[in-house]
C-alpha cells in the first residue's frame, strides 16, 4: 500500500512496547499481548505514520493500538484515543489500562477520552491528520455505527485521510477457517439480539462491505492490503471460537430467543459446523489462528 509521507520514524520494538500495556493476571496472555502489538505496530508501518502526526482512534479499547500509534507520531505529534465505553468496562478495565499506558513513555502525547465516534467527529473543531478506525467495526452494534462515522470523518476540516484494518473473513492458513465460521454464527446469533448485548463481536463486515460503506459517504479507496497475517500468538480468533464451543452462553442465548425454531436451528447448526472444522484441523483448538486481515486507506474525494 503506498503512502504519502516519506519520513521514517525510529520505533520502539515490540519486547518494550508491550510492557506499557497493563498485564494483569490471571488474565492476560504475554505471548498474546506481544503478538498483538506487533501486529498493530506492523499496520503503523504499512500505514506510514510519521512523527508530529495528529491522529484520532476510534475505539481504542485497553490502548493495544494506542500505543504503537503514540511511538510512532513521537513527543511532537498527538493521539487522540476515543472509547464509548465506561471506565469500568472489560479486562482490565480501560480507566485502569488507560491510565497505565499514561504513565508510560509514549503517555504524554495521548488523550484518552470517553466518547462515541461520530459525536465526538461533530463536537471537535480539531483537524487531524488521520482517522483510523482498527480492529474496532466489528464491536459496533450495527453497520450504520460504522456509517455515522464516515459520514461525520468526511466532513469539511476533520480529516483528509481515513485508515481501516479489520478481519477479511478470508483465511490464507487452515488455522484461520474456524474463526470466520465463529464470527459468521456470532454476528448472526447477534442479529436477533438488542443492545444490551455483552459480546465484543457483533458487526463482522467484510472487506468489500466496510468499502461500499465509505465510498457512499464520500470517501475513496487509495490503496489496500489483503491477506496480512497476525502473529500465530495472537489468539483474538481462538478466544472468540472458545467463547462458541467451550461455554454454554451461546446455546443459552440461542435458546432464549424470542424465535421460530427454524431460526434457532440454523444458529445451532452454524455451531455444529465450527466444531466440526475444528475436530478436522490437525491440532484442533491448539491449531487455530487469527483469519487474514484487510487494510484499507481512503482519501476524501476523487
Same mark, same amino acid.
Given at each position: 500500500?503506498?503512502?504519502?509521507?516519506?519520513?521514517?520514524?525510529?520505533?520502539?520494538?515490540?519486547?518494550?512496547?508491550?510492557?506499557?500495556?497493563?498485564?494483569?493476571?490471571?488474565?492476560?496472555?504475554?505471548?498474546?499481548?506481544?503478538?498483538?502489538?506487533?501486529?498493530?505496530?506492523?499496520?503503523?508501518?504499512?500505514?506510514?505514520?510519521?512523527?508530529?502526526?495528529?491522529?484520532?482512534?476510534?475505539?481504542?479499547?485497553?490502548?493495544?493500538?494506542?500505543?504503537?500509534?503514540?511511538?510512532?507520531?513521537?513527543?511532537?505529534?498527538?493521539?487522540?484515543?476515543?472509547?464509548?465505553?465506561?471506565?469500568?468496562?472489560?479486562?482490565?478495565?480501560?480507566?485502569?489500562?488507560?491510565?497505565?499506558?499514561?504513565?508510560?513513555?509514549?503517555?504524554?502525547?495521548?488523550?484518552?477520552?470517553?466518547?462515541?465516534?461520530?459525536?465526538?467527529?461533530?463536537?471537535?473543531?480539531?483537524?487531524?491528520?488521520?482517522?483510523? !478506525? $482498527?480492529?474496532? %467495526?466489528?464491536?459496533? *452494534?450495527? @453497520?450504520?455505527?460504522?456509517?455515522? =462515522? #464516515?459520514? +461525520?470523518? /468526511?466532513?469539511?476540516?476533520?480529516?483528509?485521510?481515513?485508515? !481501516? $484494518?479489520?478481519? %477479511?473473513?478470508?483465511? *490464507?492458513? @487452515?488455522?484461520?477457517?474456524?474463526? =470466520? #465460521?465463529? +464470527?459468521? /454464527?456470532?454476528?448472526?446469533?447477534?442479529?436477533?439480539?438488542?443492545?444490551?448485548?455483552?459480546?465484543?463481536?457483533?458487526?463482522?463486515?467484510?472487506?468489500?462491505?466496510?468499502?461500499?460503506? +465509505?465510498?457512499?459517504?464520500?470517501?475513496?479507496?487509495?490503496?489496500?492490503?489483503?491477506?496480512?497475517?497476525?502473529?500465530?500468538?495472537?489468539?483474538?480468533?481462538?478466544?472468540?471460537?472458545?467463547?462458541?464451543?467451550?461455554?454454554?452462553?451461546?446455546?443459552?442465548?440461542?435458546?432464549?430467543?424470542?424465535?421460530?425454531?427454524?431460526?434457532?436451528?440454523?444458529?445451532?447448526?452454524?455451531?455444529?459446523?465450527?466444531?466440526?472444522?475444528?475436530?478436522?484441523?490437525?491440532?484442533?483448538?491448539?491449531?487455530?489462528?487469527?483469519?487474514?486481515?484487510?487494510?484499507?486507506?481512503?482519501?476524501?474525494?476523487?
Amino acid at each position: 500500500m503506498s503512502t504519502s509521507h516519506t519520513s521514517t520514524p525510529t520505533l520502539r520494538s515490540p519486547e518494550e512496547l508491550v510492557t506499557f500495556l497493563l498485564n494483569l493476571a490471571p488474565y492476560s496472555d504475554p505471548a498474546h499481548n506481544l503478538a498483538s502489538i506487533t501486529h498493530r505496530q506492523n499496520l503503523v508501518k504499512l500505514w506510514g505514520i510519521p512523527p508530529g502526526a495528529t491522529v484520532l482512534e476510534i475505539g481504542c479499547g485497553q490502548g493495544d493500538f494506542t500505543i504503537p500509534l503514540a511511538d510512532a507520531v513521537g513527543p511532537t505529534g498527538r493521539v487522540v484515543a476515543i472509547d464509548p465505553m465506561p471506565g469500568d468496562y472489560g479486562t482490565p478495565p480501560l480507566a485502569q489500562a488507560q491510565a497505565h499506558v499514561k504513565a508510560s513513555p509514549v503517555g504524554p502525547q495521548i488523550e484518552f477520552l470517553q466518547a462515541e465516534g461520530s459525536e465526538f467527529l461533530k463536537s471537535t473543531t480539531e483537524t487531524f491528520d488521520f482517522v483510523i !478506525i $482498527a480492529h474496532t %467495526a466489528w464491536y459496533f *452494534s450495527d @453497520p450504520s455505527v460504522l456509517s455515522a =462515522i #464516515l459520514s +461525520a470523518a /468526511a466532513a469539511p476540516g476533520k480529516t483528509k485521510t481515513l485508515l !481501516i $484494518a479489520e478481519f %477479511a473473513l478470508t483465511a *490464507s492458513r @487452515p488455522g484461520g477457517n474456524p474463526p =470466520i #465460521l465463529t +464470527a459468521l /454464527a456470532t454476528n448472526a446469533l447477534e442479529s436477533f439480539r438488542d443492545e444490551t448485548s455483552w459480546r465484543n463481536l457483533r458487526c463482522a463486515l467484510s472487506p468489500a462491505q466496510i468499502t461500499a460503506a +465509505a465510498e457512499k459517504e464520500g470517501w475513496r479507496l487509495k490503496g489496500e492490503e489483503k491477506g496480512i497475517l497476525t502473529p500465530p500468538n495472537e489468539k483474538y480468533g481462538w478466544r472468540e471460537t472458545v467463547m462458541i464451543l467451550k461455554r454454554q452462553n451461546f446455546v443459552d442465548d440461542v435458546n432464549a430467543l424470542e424465535e421460530n425454531d427454524k431460526v434457532k436451528k440454523m444458529l445451532l447448526g452454524m455451531r455444529d459446523a465450527l466444531a466440526a472444522s475444528v475436530e478436522r484441523l490437525e491440532g484442533g483448538m491448539g491449531a487455530i489462528v487469527d483469519m487474514d486481515v484487510w487494510a484499507g486507506r481512503f482519501e476524501v474525494g476523487a
